[in-house]
C-alpha cells in the first residue's frame, strides 16, 4: 500500500463500548490529546478540540457543573417506567461536557441546580429496543453534598 | 453557477392524512407542476425529503416510487434526509444541480406521515435524530433538548423561568394566531385566540415545555417547480428567485459550545446571507424552524435579525408580527400549521412564494408584499441546518 498504511491499524483509541463499561465501573474514561493536552469525552476518533491524530486514554475525576437539564413528563416508547426523569448535560472538571441523567427529585428540580456541582454517581443501562443497538449506558450525576 | 427560479408550488392540507405518503407527494408534485403550466415529461431529475419513512410505512427509497407514481420515467430520484430538514437539504441540492447547468427543471419538495407512528413511537422515532449512543440512554426527546436550551437561555440571560416561559409563549399565540387564519394548516380555525396563561398552563411535556410550546406531528407534503431563472418568464409572471443558500452541520449536544448559540445555524444563515450578498436588514420576512417557541427565540437570534438575548423581549414586544421589524412565521410556522417533518422546508418556502404574490391568507398576508424572504430549517439537535433566501428580482 501507498505511504506504507498498516491495514490492520486501529483507529479509535477508545470506543463507545469501553467507555459504556468504564462508566458500569464507575469510571469516566476520555481521551489526552499529546498535541494541545485537552480532554475528550465521550470518545472520538480524533480531539473534540484540535482534531489531533494522538490520544491516550485518561479517567475524568466525574466531577463537574450542572449546565441544563430537563424533567421528561412524555416520554419515548420504551422510557414509560422511568418518567419522570431528568437528562441534564454536565460540563466536566476538565473540560468536556457528557450527556447524563441526574439522580433527584423530580419535583424539586428547579432552575437553581444550575450550576451547582455534581459528581458521577453511577450508571444507568437503557435495556434497548429493536433500534437502538443493544443496552446502551449513560453516566448518572448526583448533587455534591456541599450544595444540596 | 446560473441563478436559479421557482416556478411552482404545490402544498396538502396538513394534518392527518389517510392518503399515503407517496400520493401526499404526487399531489403536491402534481399541484406544482400546474401552477409552473409544465409538462410532466419536463421534469428532469426529483429531490425528495422524507425523515421517517421506513418507520411509518415501512417504505424506504420513497424518491424513485414518487418518480414511478408520476410516470416521470427513469430519470434520477433521490431521497433527502436531514431529521426535519430533509425537504429544505433536497431543495438546496435540487437548486445546486440547476445553478450548475446539470438539469434545466426538477421538482423538489418533501413528504411525511408522522401521525400514523402515534405519540410513544413518533417520540422514539423522532429522538433517532438525537446522538443515539450518548442522548439515547438518557431518555431525551425533543420537547427535552429545548426544554434544557430554554434553561440555560433563561439562566445565560439573568431571567427568571417563568418570565422566560411567558415571553415563548407569545412565540405559540402569534403562530397559532396566524396557523388559524391559513387553510391548509393541521389548527385552521383552532387555537386562533390563545393567551399566554393557556401555553403556560397546558400539559408539561418536558420541563419547562409545555403542549402548546410544541409543535404537533403531522402528515402533509410540499413541492416545488425549479428551473433555471433565463427560462423562467417562459413559464410564469412571478417567478422567485433562490438568491442564496447555506446548509451547515452540528453534532452531538456535548460537544456544543452553547445550546442556544448553535453554530451549525450561525455559519448556515452566514453563508446564505453571503451568497445572496444580503444582510438581516434586507429581509423583509421568515419562515423559521419553530419546532418549539424556545426555538424560533434562538433561530432569530442566530441568523443575526436580534442581537443575543433580546429575540424573546422582542417577540413579546410584537417585533415578530406583522408589520413589526420581522414578520416571522405568517403561515403558522410549525406549531400552527403542522409539522411534517420531511415536507417542512417545502413548505416554508411555499409560504414565502404565496407572500411574494400576495397570495397569503387574509390576516396572514403582509403588505407591501416582500421583497425578500428567507426560511430557516433545524434537523435533529441542530445536526442539520439549511437555510434559502428568496427574492422576487434577481440581484
Known amino acids: ?62 466531577e463537574g457543573e450542572l449546565v441544563t437539564f430537563t424533567v421528561i413528563r412524555i416520554p419515548s ?27 433527584y427529585d423530580t419535583e424539586r428540580a428547579t432552575q437553581e441546580l444550575l450550576g451547582k456541582q455534581v459528581k458521577l454517581s453511577g450508571a444507568y443501562t437503557y435495556k434497548g429496543d429493536k433500534f437502538s443497538g443493544g443496552p446502551r449506558t449513560c453516566p448518572v450525576f448526583s448533587l455534591e453534598l456541599s450544595n444540596d | 453557477m446560473r441563478d436559479v427560479a421557482i416556478i411552482g408550488i404545490g402544498h396538502t392540507k396538513f394534518g392527518r392524512a389517510a392518503k399515503t405518503s407517496i400520493e401526499l407527494f404526487s ?34 427509497m420513497p424518491a424513485g416510487f414518487s418518480a414511478a407514481d408520476l410516470n416521470l420515467g427513469p430519470i434520477p430520484a433521490t431521497r433527502y434526509e436531514g431529521a426535519c430538514a430533509s425537504a429544505s437539504v433536497a431543495i438546496r441540492d435540487a437548486a445546486l444541480w440547476v445553478g450548475a447547468g446539470e438539469y434545466d427543471m426538477v421538482l423538489a419538495g418533501g413528504a411525511e406521515k408522522a401521525l400514523i407512528m402515534g405519540v410513544p413511537f413518533a417520540t422514539r ?32 440571560y439573568d431571567l427568571p423561568l417563568d418570565a422566560l416561559r411567558e415571553k415563548m409563549a407569545s412565540v405559540s399565540v402569534k403562530n397559532h394566531r396566524h396557523g388559524a387564519l391559513n387553510p391548509l394548516a393541521q389548527f385552521y ?63 452531538p449536544l456535548s460537544k456544543m459550545e452553547d445550546l442556544t448559540k448553535p453554530v451549525s445555524r450561525i455559519s448556515s444563515a452566514k453563508s446564505a446571507f453571503k451568497r445572496a450578498g444580503l444582510s438581516p436588514k434586507d429581509i423583509d420576512i421568515v419562515e423559521v424552524h419553530d419546532c418549539f417557541t424556545i426555538a424560533e427565540i434562538i433561530a432569530l437570534e442566530c441568523m443575526g435579525f436580534f442581537e443575543w438575548g433580546e429575540a424573546a423581549d422582542a417577540t413579546a414586544e410584537g417585533q415578530t408580527e406583522s408589520g413589526g421589524e420581522i414578520p416571522v412565521n405568517m403561515s403558522g410556522g410549525l406549531i400552527g400549521k403542522g409539522h411534517p417533518i420531511g415536507a417542512t422546508g417545502a413548505s416554508q418556502v411555499y409560504w414565502i412564494v404565496k407572500q411574494m404574490r400576495g397570495e397569503a391568507p387574509k390576516g396572514n398576508q403582509i403588505n407591501p408584499v416582500p421583497e425578500y424572504g428567507m426560511t430557516d430549517t433545524l434537523g435533529g439537535d441542530f445536526g442539520t441546518l439549511c437555510h434559502i433566501i428568496l427574492g422576487r428580482s434577481k440581484k
Not at chain 2, 52 to 57: A, C, K, M, S, V
Not at chain 2, 191 to 217: H, I, Q, R
Open chain 1, 1 to 62: 500500500m501507498g505511504k506504507g498504511i498498516e491495514m490492520d491499524k486501529e483507529y479509535l483509541v477508545l470506543t463507545y463500548a469501553d467507555y459504556e463499561a468504564g462508566i458500569r465501573d464507575g469510571k469516566l474514561l476520555g481521551l489526552r490529546c499529546v498535541a494541545c493536552k485537552k480532554i475528550t469525552c465521550h470518545p472520538m476518533p480524533v480531539c473534540q478540540w484540535c482534531g489531533g491524530r494522538t490520544l491516550e486514554i485518561t479517567e475524568l475525576s466525574g
Open chain 1, 77 to 103: 416508547e420504551g422510557f414509560e417506567d422511568d418518567v419522570p426523569y431528568i437528562p441534564c448535560l454536565v460540563k466536566t472538571k476538565e473540560g468536556p461536557s457528557v450527556v447524563g441523567r441526574l439522580d
Open chain 2, 27 to 60: 399531489e403536491a408534485a402534481l399541484q406544482a407542476i400546474d401552477d409552473a403550466g409544465v409538462e410532466l415529461k419536463d421534469i428532469e431529475a426529483l429531490f425528495q425529503g422524507a425523515a421517517l419513512p421506513g418507520f411509518e410505512e415501512g417504505q424506504v
Open chain 2, 125 to 156: 422515532t423522532f429522538a433517532m435524530a438525537c446522538h443515539a449512543p450518548t442522548e439515547g440512554p438518557a431518555g431525551l426527546t425533543f420537547p427535552g433538548v429545548f426544554a434544557m436550551a430554554a434553561r440555560l437561555y433563561a439562566r445565560n
Open chain 2, 189 to 251: 380555525n383552532k387555537l386562533g385566540d390563545l393567551k399566554v396563561e393557556d401555553v403556560v398552563k397546558s400539559k408539561m411535556v418536558a420541563d419547562p415545555l409545555t403542549l402548546l410550546d410544541c409543535c404537533p406531528f403531522s402528515d402533509g407534503a410540499s413541492a416545488l417547480v425549479l428551473c433555471a431563472a433565463e427560462d423562467a418568464r417562459k413559464y410564469t409572471d412571478e417567478p422567485v428567485y433562490i438568491l442564496g443558500t447555506g446548509q451547515g452541520s452540528g453534532g
